[in-house]
C-alpha cells in the first residue's frame, strides 16, 4: 500500500484536505430525534431572574470577577452561589452598570459582580452568563428530563464515578442514568449511569444548547434507539469488535465510523485502478480504505 500511494499518484500535495467539519456537513441531513431532544433547555433570561436562583461554582478563579473588599472563601468551587439581586450603578461612561448580588449557600456576606451593562438593557437579554459557574435551574431540567431513562451510549470515554478515573468503556450499548450533576464551565453536565445489570456507575460529560460552546450535546453520544438494528448485515463478530472500538483490515468505512467515531479529516487519493481514502484522527492514527474496505491502519 505505501508503494501505491507513492508511485501511482503524482500531485498528492494538492489533494485538497476535509477538516472535521466538513465531514459533519458532508453527512448532515435533516435533525435527527437526538439532534432536537434538550433543545428546549435554556438558561433563564435575566429578566426571569429572582431571589434564590442558585449557580454552581466550577472553578476558584471565580474569585477575581467580584469586587475588591469582599469576603471570600478561599475555595468556593463545588459550592453554591445564591442569587440576591440587581443593582443599578453609575458607570464612569456614564451610561450605566448593574451588579449582581450572591451569597455563598449558608452565609449572609455579599458578593458583588459588575457587568458594564445598564439594568433595563440586562433584563433584556436573553442569557446571562455568570463566569466559572453552572446554572443550577439547567442541571435540573436535563436531570429532570434524563434520569431513570435507557438510552445507547455511543462514546466509551467514560469516567469511574467512584473516584473520577478515565476508563474505556464499550459503544453502542444501552445504559441507564441514574441521574445528572453540574459539571465544569465547558461541560456544564455530568450524565451519571449503570451498564444494564451491573451496579459499578460512571459519568461522561455533556453539554447542552445551541451556543457554539455546545460541542457535545446528548446526540454526540446517545441514541435513543439500538444502532445495531439499522446494521443487519454487519455480522456479531464484526460489531463485537465496533463496541470494543476496534477495527480488522476487510471493514467497511461504515463499520469503522460505528467503531471509531467520524475522523478529524479525511482526503481522497486518485490512483491507478482504484480509490484511496485515508482517515486521520487524534494521536497520530489513521484509517486507509481502497474502494471502501479498510486495508491498512494505526492505531
Given at each position: 500500500?505505501?508503494?501505491?500511494?507513492?508511485?501511482?499518484?503524482?500531485?498528492?500535495?494538492?489533494?485538497?484536505?476535509?477538516?472535521?467539519?466538513?465531514?459533519?456537513?458532508?453527512?448532515?441531513?435533516?435533525?435527527?430525534?437526538?439532534?432536537?431532544?434538550?433543545?428546549?433547555?435554556?438558561?433563564?433570561?435575566?429578566?426571569?431572574?429572582?431571589?434564590?436562583?442558585?449557580?454552581?461554582?466550577?472553578?476558584?478563579?471565580?474569585?477575581?470577577?467580584?469586587?475588591?473588599?469582599?469576603?471570600?472563601?478561599?475555595?468556593?468551587?463545588?459550592?453554591?452561589?445564591?442569587?440576591?439581586?440587581?443593582e443599578e450603578v453609575p458607570s464612569v461612561t456614564g451610561?450605566?452598570?448593574?451588579?449582581?448580588?450572591?451569597?455563598?449557600?449558608?452565609?449572609?456576606?455579599?458578593?458583588?459582580?459588575?457587568?458594564?451593562?445598564?439594568?433595563?438593557?440586562?433584563?433584556?437579554?436573553?442569557?446571562?452568563?455568570?463566569?466559572?459557574?453552572?446554572?443550577?435551574?439547567?442541571?435540573?431540567?436535563?436531570?429532570?428530563?434524563?434520569?431513570?431513562?435507557?438510552?445507547?451510549?455511543?462514546?466509551?470515554?467514560?469516567?469511574?464515578?467512584?473516584?473520577?478515573?478515565?476508563?474505556?468503556?464499550?459503544?453502542?450499548?444501552?445504559?441507564?442514568?441514574?441521574?445528572?450533576?453540574?459539571?465544569?464551565?465547558?461541560?456544564?453536565?455530568?450524565?451519571?449511569?449503570?451498564?444494564?445489570?451491573?451496579?459499578?456507575?460512571?459519568?461522561?460529560?455533556?453539554?447542552?444548547?445551541?451556543?457554539?460552546?455546545?460541542?457535545?450535546?446528548?446526540?454526540t453520544v446517545f441514541n435513543f434507539d439500538n444502532p445495531?438494528?439499522?446494521?443487519?448485515?454487519?455480522?456479531?463478530?464484526?460489531?463485537?469488535?465496533?463496541?470494543?472500538?476496534?477495527?480488522?483490515?476487510?471493514?467497511?468505512?461504515?463499520?469503522?465510523?460505528?467503531a471509531l467515531g467520524a475522523p478529524n479529516s479525511y482526503?481522497?487519493?486518485?490512483?491507478?485502478?482504484?480509490?484511496?481514502?485515508?482517515?486521520?484522527?487524534?494521536?497520530?492514527?489513521?484509517?486507509?480504505?481502497?474502494?471502501?474496505?479498510?486495508?491498512?491502519?494505526?492505531?
Amino acid at each position: 500500500m505505501a508503494a501505491l500511494l507513492n508511485s501511482c499518484f503524482t500531485g498528492i500535495e494538492s489533494t485538497p484536505r476535509i477538516s472535521a467539519g466538513d465531514v459533519r456537513k458532508r453527512d448532515a441531513a435533516v435533525l435527527t430525534p437526538e439532534q432536537k431532544y434538550l433543545t428546549d433547555v435554556k438558561p433563564m433570561t435575566p429578566g426571569s431572574w429572582t431571589a434564590g436562583k442558585r449557580f454552581y461554582v466550577t472553578d476558584d478563579k471565580i474569585s477575581i470577577i467580584f469586587q475588591p473588599g469582599d469576603k471570600i472563601d478561599d475555595s468556593l468551587s463545588g459550592h453554591d452561589l445564591v442569587f440576591q439581586r440587581f443593582e443599578e450603578v453609575p458607570s464612569v461612561t456614564g451610561g450605566g452598570a448593574t451588579v449582581l448580588i450572591f451569597t455563598e449557600d449558608g452565609k449572609s456576606d455579599l458578593l458583588h459582580y459588575r457587568v458594564n451593562v445598564p439594568l433595563p438593557e440586562l433584563q433584556k437579554r436573553e442569557r446571562l452568563e455568570v463566569p466559572f459557574t453552572v446554572e443550577r435551574s439547567v442541571v435540573e431540567k436535563v436531570d429532570s428530563a434524563m434520569r431513570a431513562n435507557t438510552y445507547y451510549i455511543s462514546t466509551p470515554k467514560w469516567f469511574n464515578a467512584d473516584n473520577d478515573k478515565a476508563v474505556v468503556g464499550k459503544r453502542h450499548i444501552p445504559i441507564t442514568v441514574t441521574h445528572v450533576e453540574p459539571g465544569t464551565y465547558i461541560y456544564p453536565l455530568r450524565v451519571y449511569f449503570r451498564q444494564d445489570g451491573t451496579p459499578q456507575e460512571y459519568w461522561i460529560p455533556m453539554t447542552v444548547g445551541d451556543d457554539r460552546a455546545a460541542t457535545r450535546n446528548f446526540h454526540t453520544v446517545f441514541n435513543f434507539d439500538n444502532p445495531r438494528k439499522r446494521y443487519p448485515q454487519i455480522t456479531d463478530e464484526t460489531w463485537t469488535l465496533i463496541t470494543d472500538s476496534r477495527v480488522k483490515i476487510g471493514m467497511t468505512r461504515d463499520e469503522c465510523r460505528l467503531a471509531l467515531g467520524a475522523p478529524n479529516s479525511y482526503r481522497t487519493i486518485p490512483v491507478y485502478n482504484a480509490t484511496v481514502e485515508q482517515w486521520n484522527f487524534d494521536d497520530g492514527m489513521y484509517l486507509i480504505f481502497e474502494d471502501g474496505i479498510l486495508t491498512r491502519y494505526r492505531i
